[in-house]
C-alpha cells in the first residue's frame, strides 16, 4: 500500500499547479480577446471615453481629439534653422508667418519661401505652396537670416504636418 501523506501532498501540488496555470492563462486569453473583439468589430460592449459612450468602438477613434504637435526649434552655429510644429498664422504671397508656444510664450517666425523651396505634404509626397493655410502645422527647415524685428527664416523645405 502506498502511504497516504506522500501521495496526497503530491497531487495537492500538481493540483495547485494546475490551478494556478488555468487562472493565468484564463486571464491572458480575456485580456487578449478584449483588443481582438474591438479590432474585428464583434458585438462587444460600448466604449468610454471622458464621459461620452460610443456604441460603436471606431467612432471613439475619430472623435477623440488630437494631441498637440511637438514642437522643436533648432538652430546649428552656421544658421541652418529647424522648425517642427509650427502653427501657420497666416500665408501672404511667399511668406508664411507661423508660431509656435510653450507656456505662456508665444514665438512668431516669418518663413519666406522661393521658387526652390521644396513642399511636402503630411505623407511627404510632393505638394505646392497652395496647400499651406492658415491653422495648418508645419514643419520647416532652411537657414535664419540675420536682422529683423522677428526670427526670419529662409526656407528650403515645408511640410505640412497634418
Known sequence: MIPLPIFSQRIFVIAAISASVAVAGGLLLYQGYIPLAHALGSDSPPTTSVNTV???PSAAATSTPKADPVREVHIANNGLTLLRGARVLSV???????????????FTWMVQTSYATKFLNAEGEKSSAAEIHAGDIVTVTGKIAQGGVKPFVSADIVRKSE
Open 54 to 56: 460610443y456604441l460603436n
Open 92 to 106: 501672404s504671397g511667399n511668406t508664411i508667418v507661423a508660431s509656435m508656444t510653450w507656456g505662456a510664450s508665444e
